[in-house]
């Protein structure tokens, strides 16, 4: 599947396009199919994230996670930094990784 | 130290008041992502892999205690606890947000320090030799000059969109302490018949096609150093390409061009700017070196050291440098613990490098560009305490130049552009060779990781380097070997395919094993690969 | 600034073979120094910046205004108002954006900076000559 990355644009703060909105965790994004260069443009425009890309993604067993591992790590935090790391399946991590 | 005066502190004011107000237009639409970028680049704030990366200027790697606990306070108020010191000798902090990059730089501004042309295509912070005003070696403080050249650069109207980035070294002894041939430019304070002036090399520089900067001029004169540099970054901003992003760099125009040719052109240039009074008056440079002076060392003070508790002498030996003055030792602190992140510190850390500059380094320490920190002017007499405070803190690995000493980029972990990780890479080294007397054995070795070939962990200038590249989407490392970034600058070669995350970690090994065979007395790694070439390694490697 | 000369620019190579024009073009890469000769019979030279990152229009105007060039001095093309400032001190005196400026935010960049380091094609004066009277 596609899906789309980006940073919100005051935070800084990854997050991936879930469809009508952005979630800061990457079992929340949807497939976008072919629609990314419109929904990047209007998303751009709307000023919520920036610098927004497809990525290609996979289900897996512990959900949606991108299949290169430069995104992975995106997508679950430093592999140097246990502490700093986003669980993507664990509720609570968007409070005490953001 | 230099301190600001009230025209210093008004531009870095101004500076924060431009990009509050710039920020503000891009959250409200008035800038697009492309405009606004330059923009926030010239402030050092980056949009990394997981968020905005801010980096902190450094001016010359000095900083004193009140600095360093703001750098701690940021960690702490806008980050998440620590930062990352750099091979410019800058400080990083990963986890930003946009939203108080304002606010952030305005509290940097109490303290006299910025983010000021710490990334974008403009003229860098500029980089000197951490021993400066310390080294018994040097022929000046080489900082006044490098402070000199900061005014200068700082918001150049003419110089701010270069054809790409722009870095500046500034050394003022034989040894090299701060890779100088390496950079766009690399100046080497030197004096001749009693005068002080400038030799200026040029054209340096690692990334995809690293060079070692050819000399363009011997001499000089120290009165006429800003209208030459000022020669040089005319003739690149005009006739450096821009075209190729990756062929931007002055090194690409001096090697295009040839040095003659290059050499003519500034030359010409500087005739012409040279009869322009644009240098700065002598009393400038006089006033600028009034803070550089000596701090009120003690005379008299004893060299002997108590050496009973083994631990300390052998950190003694390891992490301390002689000083100019006797009585007075420099000391590097690793910021290189074993199975650490390397350059990372912690707010507390960070807090309590302070309290010991203030205390036993006349509120003076040093970021190098090995990523450790230095307080250059210690009592030898305080040395045994500092190595205690620095022991609890997990700060007193005794490894400076050693094989775990390892410069390492932030690589995938933090960096979008990066096609591997270094740190793990580091890491494993790190704890692969722990043992201290095996580390002692293999004597200096200067091992560098670079996540891309970038080379922000100047894997080209390492004795051993290690750069990551993308093997089909799996991880994957080159080796390399005979490299040098210092006064005997010499680029690293590959020593053929790559290997994975482990493999290099045996590699590396393998490496130091082949060196101990054939070593001839008191040959360092660097020595011996220089005489036997990279035969015998390669047949160890591939064999 | 000076009153915007109207009659339109011709580019370099024209204003060199002919002529008897007194208004130029430059673009990004030609060399500002082949008008040196001809300085005194211009009163318009227009740099284009193609694109904003693109920094040579800046020493093209600084080494027309060491030479002795008085007249108008314009910058036209992908000109922002983060940059009008460092414009200004290069020699420009007056600007063409291709997308217009908001005026206020025109007017705060022009005057934000009350000092500057080093010297440049302006006639102010640098901060490390302030310092010594
Ligand atoms: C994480 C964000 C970073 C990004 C996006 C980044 C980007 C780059 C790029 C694109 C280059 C190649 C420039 C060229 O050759 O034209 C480069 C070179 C370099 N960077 Fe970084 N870098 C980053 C972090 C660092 C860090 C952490 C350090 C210090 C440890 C550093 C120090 C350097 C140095 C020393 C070079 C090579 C010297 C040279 O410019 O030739 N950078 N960087
Ligand atoms: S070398 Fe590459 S991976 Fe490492 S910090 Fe630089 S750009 Fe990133």
Redesign the pocket.
């Known amino acids: 599947m596609k899906i789309l990355t980006g940073n919100d644009l005051k935070t800084g703060d990854v997050v991936w396009w879930t469809g009508e909105s952005w979630s800061r965790h990457v079992s929340d994004a949807a497939e976008v199919g072919d629609n990314s260069v419109d929904v990047i443009a209007i998303e751009e425009a709307a000023r919520r994230a920036t610098a927004i890309y497809e990525v290609a993604a996979d289900h897996t067993a512990g959900g949606i996670l991108p299949v290169h591992i430069k995104e992975k790590i995106r997508a679950t935090g430093p592999t140097v930094r246990p502490d700093l790391k986003l669980a993507p399946a664990d509720p609570a991590a968007g409070s005490w990784v953001i | 130290m230099y301190k600001y005066d009230h025209y210093d502190q008004a531009m870095v004011d101004t500076r924060v008041a431009e990009f509050r107000d710039q920020v503000e237009r891009r959250i409200a639409g008035k800038l697009s992502e492309d405009q606004f970028k330059p923009l926030r680049l010239m402030n050092g704030l ?1 949009l ?1 892999l997981h968020a905005y ?1 801010l980096r902190v200027a450094i001016p010359y790697g000095t900083l004193d205690s009140r600095q360093t606990r703001m750098l701690a306070h940021i960690a702490r108020k806008y980050d998440r606890g620590y930062g ?1 010191f ?3 000798q800058n400080i ?1 902090y990963n986890w930003i947000r946009l939203e108080d990059a304002p606010d952030l730089l305005a509290d940097l501004a109490t303290v006299e320090m910025h983010a000021i042309q710490t990334s974008g295509n403009c003229i860098r912070n500029i980089s000197s030799d951490q021993y400066a005003g310390a080294a018994a070696d040097e022929v000046v403080d080489p900082r006044p000059f490098a402070e000199l050249l900061r005014q200068w650069s700082s918001f150049h109207p003419e110089f701010s969109f270069l054809p ?2 722009f ?1 500046i070294a500034v050394i003022a002894s034989e040894t090299d302490r701060a890779a100088m041939r ?1 950079h766009d430019i690399g100046i080497q304070i030197i004096e001749r018949d009693g005068e002080i002036a400038a030799r200026f090399y040029a054209g340096g ?4 096609t690293p060079m070692i900067g050819p000399l363009i001029r011997d001499f000089v004169p120290i009165g006429e150093l800003i209208s030459y540099s000022e020669a040089i970054l005319r003739v690149y901003n005009r006739y450096g390409r821009r075209d190729n992003k990756f062929k ?2 002055i090194k690409i125009l001096v090697h295009e061009m040839g040095a003659e040719k290059f050499i003519a052109e500034v030359e010409a240039e500087f005739a012409h700017l040279r009869g322009l009074n644009i240098d700065a008056p002598a009393a400038e440079l006089a006033r600028i070196k009034a803070f550089f002076t000596d701090p009120p060392f003690e005379a008299g003070l004893p060299d002997e050291i108590d050496r009973l508790d083994p631990d300390f002498a052998v950190w003694l030996d390891q992490n301390t440098h002689p000083h100019k003055r006797p009585g007075y030792a420099i000391v590097t602190i690793s910021l290189k613990p074993i199975g650490g992140i390397p ?1 990372d510190a912690s707010a507390e850390q960070m807090e309590l490098i302070a309290d010991l500059a203030e205390r036993h380094s006349f509120d003076e320490l040093r970021v190098t560009h090995a ?1 450790n920190i230095v307080l250059p002017h210690v009592r030898k007499a305080d040395l045994a305490t500092i190595w205690g405070a620095l022991a609890e803190a997990g700060l007193a690995e005794p490894n400076l130049d050693l094989v775990t000493d390892i410069i390492a ?2 690589g995938l972990d ?2 979008s ?1 990066a096609n591997a990780r270094s740190i793990p890479v580091a890491q494993k080294i790190a704890r692969r060779f722990a043992d201290q007397q095996r580390q002692r054995d293999l004597g200096e070795l200067k091992l560098k990781i670079s996540g891309c070939i ?5 894997h080209h200038a390492g004795h051993i380097g290690i750069l990551g590249v993308d093997r089909k989407g799996v991880e994957n490392y080159q080796l390399l070997l005979g490299g040098s970034g210092a006064e005997d600058a010499s680029l690293g070669q590959i020593t053929g395919p790559g290997f994975d995350e482990d493999g290099i970690v045996d590699a590396v090994e393998t490496v130091t094993e082949t060196y101990k065979t054939l070593r001839a007395d008191g040959e360092r790694f660097l020595d011996t690969y220089r005489r036997v070439g990279m035969t015998p390694f390669k047949e160890a490697l591939y064999g | 600034m000076a009153e915007p000369v109207e009659e339109p620019a011709v580019t370099l190579d024209a204003f060199l073979d002919q002529s008897n024009a007194t208004s130029v073009r430059l673009e990004e890469g030609e060399d500002a120094r082949a008008l040196i000769p001809h300085l005194d019979r211009l009163s318009l030279i227009e740099i284009g910046f193609g694109s904003f990152g693109d920094g040579r229009g800046y020493s093209a105007a600084r080494i027309l205004r060491e030479a002795g060039y008085q007249g108008e001095l314009r910058a036209e093309g992908d000109v922002l108002v983060d940059q009008i400032a460092f414009m200004r001190r290069c020699g420009f005196d007056s600007f063409a954006p291709e997308r217009p400026l908001d005026p206020e935010d025109a007017a705060r960049a022009l005057d934000r900076w009350s000092e500057v380091y080093q010297p440049a094609a302006d006639d102010r004066t640098p901060i490390w000559s302030k310092r010594h009277g």
């Open positions: 980056y990394q990366m990352h750099t091979t410019r990083q790409r980035k870095k390496l520089g690692m990334g995809r931007a760099r350059g990523q980029c932030p933090y960096c552009l970038n080379a922000c962990g100047h």
